[in-house]
Nanobody
């Protein structure tokens, strides 16, 4: 069974920065994609960014040039560096890992950006 633990959320003023981290454990196929999604109150969960095991990345238009996703030094970890945060970035952020037979989620971490 695959488990994901995500962390690093908090309260920050507009223009500030936060770094989210996620660590996956369990039986994980080496070819995988890790990413971050977010869900604001009353809205659907949306993709923020993902990174393949080969390092290919993809970002939502709303976060391009502000957020950077990267694989951590430890295996099956991923970080999301969030800069120039805006109030509209306020949401619960969820880590995600996908392989050929797994689609696992972290418990979510709250990010609140005050204006």
């Amino acid at each position: 069974q695959v488990q994901l633990v995500d962390s690093g959320g908090g309260l920050v003023q507009a223009g500030g920065s936060l770094r989210l981290s996620c660590a996956a454990s369990g039986s994980i196929f080496s070819i995988n994609t890790m990413g971050w999604y977010r869900q604001a109150p009353g809205k659907q969960r949306e993709l923020v960014a993902f990174i393949s095991n080969g390092g290919m990345t993809n970002y939502a238009d709303s976060v391009k040039d502000r957020f950077t996703i990267s694989r951590g030094n430890a295996k099956n970890t991923v970080d999301l560096q969030m800069n120039s945060l805006k109030p509209e970035d306020t949401a619960v952020y969820y880590c995600n890992l996908r392989t050929i037979n797994v689609n696992a989620w972290g418990q979510g971490t709250q990010v609140t950006v005050s204006s």
